[in-house]
């Protein structure tokens, strides 16, 4: 069957669409050098699962915990030699939900890709303007908030180092987090309590948003990286603001290593 012009006209958007079908399911950001912008914001982490982990478990090694303090130093050094950031959200415009990837913006270019692998989870991005929530982020006005009790954040570029904030909401959650390392083995942490952030009516009243937006951070044990993290948070759905990454310190490629040896040569030549 012969198809015409304009009958072509009419199929190839639907034939675009099935090609792409992420294209409209991609948050797209940039990071900051900064974590937790409480001098912006007027809320801030108010705990660290470092100071109180659960017990772990899995196939790998247990991963190192940071504390809110020191992973915030080592992502702003980190950002400075264009290997790490701090995703916040705030550029992000309009409500978006049923998200399967992010994209975020380092460096002098460089894209890290944080999708979902494929699973029912999503992420969805707004100010979460509803009493039902009653969170508030710690930088901007923007937070992450999870489509799923379950969600996963598979990582394009595996990380020395991650981390996030579990926001407080009107109710407490369980946070359980498991790491699975670039070999494919995990380290297992059970369930935490995230404690109610204390608000009653919508989010951003500072009124009482003192308690329990909890930091987790992690860094890769000697010679391991983190390809993802998942969060199970039993029937709550979890809320995210600010998650920071570390990537490695590039290793130098085969042709630069090559060329310093060949240039070692010469010099020895010469001697």
Known sequence: MKMTSSGLCAVLPALLAIASPSAQAVIATTVSGVYDEAVVRGNAVDASFANAPTAV?????????????????????AFAAGRGGVINFDDVTGTLTSQTQIDATYGSGSILGIDNEGGGNTYAVDMGATAAIAATPISGDIYLRAGNPVLNFHFSSPLEAVGFTVLGRNTARDAGVTI??????????????????????SPFEFSDTSANDTFFGFQAPAGLLISKFAITSGGNNPTFDDLGFI???????????????????VARRRR
């Open 180 to 201: 699975t390392y670039n070999d494919g083995t995990t380290a297992i942490y059970g369930n935490y309590n995230v404690g109610a952030s204390g608000n009653t009516s």
């Open 247 to 265: 990537l490695p310190i590039p290793e130098p490629s085969a042709a630069l290593l090559s060329a310093l040896g060949a240039l070692g040569l």
């Open 57 to 77: 478990s899995g196939t790998g090694p247990a991963a190192t915990l940071l504390n809110v303090t020191t992973f915030s130093a080592n992502v702003s050094i």
